[in-house]
């Protein structure tokens, strides 16, 4: 078993490090998932909820300007299927129309 050292007020000691199961670190996997899976959904749906006007009808845009929208909207609706999802880098996030 491997060792950490651990240092406080009362001195530096040295700790084992607990022993993961495989099963255990299935769930921990597992959770960081979820984790980083909520938190590219939440990005994702702010950036969607953001460009919610330039869908709408009486939109000021350009008719070319509303397509360039909807298909970065597109993009953002389709990121669960990328191949990073949901470890997104920044990269992997469509490009917001100018």
Known sequence: ???SVRVTAKGVFKVPNP???DEEQVLI???KNDAASSGSR???DLLLNESD???VADSALADTKKTEWATYRTSLRNLPSHANW???EDEDWP???S
């Open 95 to 97: 490009t917001k129309p």
């Open 19 to 21: 022993t993961i199961s």
């Open 53 to 55: 006007w330039t869908q």
């Open 29 to 31: 996997d597992a959770a």
């Open 1 to 3: 078993m491997s060792t």
């Open 86 to 88: 949901p470890n997104l």
């Open 42 to 44: 939440f990005r994702r």
